[in-house]
């Protein structure tokens, strides 16, 4: 064996490692957490990436092979869940991603049932299969890039800035390089680069992460308690931005950001994430916004000089820039749809 060979299963021994001992941990200390359980599931697609090449290079065709390198290329449809989940503290995934994502599977899925029906490769398929690999890594590290503002967990928006950009930036890295010299198409010392890089990688997230002792990083969501009810004895901070939100209702204006909700208190930024974050309880900005957009929403819901005021005009009224948000923020608080709601009142 080569010492290039040597090298090469060294690495990949050191990565897996790092990522089963990343996933346990997060098993161990946050499984509570949708966006831990989907961090296992996208580091257990990134192993099976590392672990693929080794069974594809001894039997390309494999059942065992093809199956592992199937897994493997649902990576970035992995780490796209994860951002969704991890930095919009969602309670659920919904349906439409997993659609998405269940349509994207298939395509392996074919490729695989095709290779042991006629004994060829598809291209087409492989072509579609990594289309779509680059569009979800792409989608992946937009959601980490878009809300970045909104985040008031401090030790997460640290990281994400960083480690995020890290992990999607090895997935199109490794996207590339499959499209530009193949899995076992000469390009061996190029691979063996790319292993070297993951474990550099691995090591740097899981260093990141064991550093971080905020058990808040990958905490369940945790409702916060709606305006008029924060707990006795608020700071003065607190009390004047509850009776700027209530009087002067900035959470109706589009598009208002924390900086400019700063600005209207003549704060700085980082005293008001604090106070959001530390002290009301919020883990970002957005669901602080929709805490004083429901309430007005049900006060709405439930006059009855409003009964004939439509929905989504009471949700855009209150600041909700469309329905589909207002709806899923409506069913997590309430546990309930609008309609159910406002029918409840009326009895």
Same mark, same amino acid.
């Given at each position: 064996?080569?010492?290039?060979?040597?090298?090469?299963?060294?690495? #990949? *021994?050191?990565?897996?490692?790092?990522?089963?001992?990343?996933? +346990?941990?997060? +098993? #161990?200390?946050?499984?509570? /957490?949708? /966006?831990?359980?989907?961090? =296992?599931?996208?580091?257990?697609? =990134?192993?099976?990436?590392?672990?693929?090449?080794?069974?594809?290079? /001894?039997?390309?065709?494999?059942?065992?092979?093809?199956?592992?390198?199937? =897994?493997?290329?649902?990576?970035?449809?992995a780490f796209w869940l994860f951002a969704h989940v991890w930095f919009s503290d969602s309670k659920e995934i919904g349906w439409r991603r997993w659609a998405l994502v269940a349509a994207f599977v298939a395509l392996p899925i074919y490729q695989i049932i095709h290779i042991r029906l006629t004994g060829q490769f598809s291209m087409a398929c492989w072509i579609g299969v990594h289309? *779509?690999?680059?569009?979800?890594?792409?989608?992946?590290?937009?959601?980490a890039w878009a809300d970045r503002d909104?985040?008031?967990?401090?030790? #997460?928006?640290?990281?994400?800035?960083?480690?995020? +950009?890290? =992990? *999607?930036?090895?997935?199109? +890295?490794v996207n590339v390089i499959e499209m530009l010299v193949g899995r076992n198409g000469g390009g061996a010392t190029l691979r063996t680069v790319t292993e070297i890089a993951i474990l550099i990688s691995t090591f740097v997230v899981s260093a990141a992460l064991y550093g971080f002792a905020n058990p808040e990083l990958f905490a369940a969501q945790a409702s916060a308690p709606a305006p008029g009810q924060r707990p006795a004895a608020p700071s003065p901070l607190a009390t004047r931005l509850q009776t700027h939100m209530l009087a002067e209702r900035p959470y109706r204006m589009e598009g208002l950001t924390i900086a400019a909700l700063a600005a209207q208190l003549g704060e700085q930024e980082y #005293?008001?994430?604090?106070?959001?974050?530390?002290?009301l309880g919020f883990r970002n900005f957005t669901a602080f916004l929709n805490s004083y957009r429901l309430t007005e929403v049900r006060e709405a819901l439930a006059d009855p000089d409003q009964r004939e005021v439509p929905i989504l005009t009471i949700a855009l009224d209150a600041g909700f820039g469309s329905l589909g948000p207002f709806n899923?923020?409506?069913?997590? /608080?309430?546990?309930?749809?609008p309609t159910e709601y406002r029918a409840a009142r009326a009895v």
């Open positions: 064996m080569s010492g290039l060979a040597v090298l090469d299963l060294m690495v #990949r *021994g050191g990565s897996v490692t790092l990522f089963l001992l990343w996933s +346990w941990l997060l +098993w #161990r200390d946050h499984r509570q /957490a949708l /966006a831990a359980r989907m961090a =296992i599931v996208m580091n257990a697609t =990134i192993i099976c990436y590392i672990v693929s090449s080794l069974l594809s290079d /001894a039997h390309p065709f494999g059942l065992h092979a093809m199956i592992m390198d199937g =897994i493997s290329v649902t990576a970035p449809a289309i *779509g690999m680059i569009a979800f890594a792409v989608a992946g590290l937009w959601r909104n985040d008031l967990v401090e030790p #997460r928006r640290r990281f994400r800035k960083s480690v995020i +950009w890290l =992990i *999607g930036g090895f997935v199109m +890295w #005293r008001l994430r604090r106070l959001i974050n530390g002290e899923r923020a409506f069913r997590d /608080a309430e546990g309930m749809t």
